[in-house]
Nanobody, 119 residues
Framework: QVQLVESGGGLVQAGGSLRLSCAAS????????MGWYRQAPGKQRELVAR???????DYLNSVKGRFTIFRDNTQNTVYLQMNSLKPEDTAVYYC?????????????WGQGTQVTVSS
């Protein structure tokens, strides 16, 4: 059974930093497009950042310059470094693995980790 396990969430003051981790079992993350999504109360889930198999990255406009997605293939882990956090970044953050040509149609999700930014 494929598992994506997020960690690193918590409570931080505005301007602070957090690093989220997403560790995978039973799949090699380097073979997938990896994404970090977030969902705030009463809002739709949105894509925050993603990294393709080729290492190309995309970011939500509101986090550009503050967040960085990267992967460590030796650890089979994807990270989201979040700096200069704002209260509007408060949400549950989810890790996602999708778009592998070796696993067509599959889209895996982690259980989510809460990030709360106080003003």
């Amino acid at each position: 059974q494929v598992q994506l396990v997020e960690s690193g969430g918590g409570l931080v003051q505005a301007g602070g930093s957090l690093r989220l981790s997403c560790a995978a079992s039973r799949i090699a993350l380097r073979l997938y497009t990896m994404g970090w999504y977030r969902q705030a109360p009463g809002k739709q889930r949105e894509l925050v950042a993603r990294i393709g198999r080729d290492g190309k990255t995309d970011y939500l406009n509101s986090v550009k310059g503050r967040f960085t997605i990267f992967r460590d293939n030796t650890q089979n882990t994807v990270y989201l470094q979040m700096n200069s956090l704002k209260p509007e970044d408060t949400a549950v953050y989810y890790c996602s693995a999708e778009n592998s040509p070796y696993d067509l149609g599959s889209h895996y999700w982690g259980q989510g980790t809460q990030v709360t930014v106080s003003s």
